[in-house]
């Protein structure tokens, strides 16, 4: 069963920084539409960042000029780098893949980021 690991999550202060990947060993990212989402107990899942093949990105109006997505193919790694963190960003994060509008619902186990005011 295909699935992604994230990893680079913690326990961190408003104003501070985390990088996040998302990463797999079984298939080939690069192929692929990559998009970051996170969720908070008892809310509905969040799409935060994404990125296509081609490296158009695009993002949440919550997270826009704080969170960069990236991808490095040749690592088969796909980076979610969140600066000037608030506590509103505290949540798990998780990667997933898409094709076209189509999610393929990879979810991996997510990353834990706390952010504390």
């Known amino acids: 069963q295909v699935q992604f690991v994230e990893s680079g999550g913690g326990l961190v202060k408003s104003g501070e920084s985390l990088r996040l990947s998302c990463a797999s060993n079984t298939i080939p990212l690069s192929l692929y539409t990559i998009e970051w989402h996170r969720q908070v107990p008892g809310k509905e899942r969040e799409l935060v960042a994404g990125?296509?093949?081609?490296?158009?990105?695009d993002y949440a109006d919550s997270v826009k000029g704080r969170f960069t997505i990236s991808r490095d193919n040749a690592k088969k790694v796909v980076y979610l780098q969140m600066n000037s963190l608030k506590a509103e960003d505290t949540a798990v994060y998780y990667c997933?893949?898409?094709?076209?509008?189509?999610?393929?619902?990879?979810w991996g186990q997510g990353t834990q980021v706390t952010v504390s005011s």
């Open positions: 990125i296509t093949t081609s490296g158009i990105t």
């Open positions: 997933n893949a898409r094709v076209g509008s189509t999610p393929l619902n990879w």
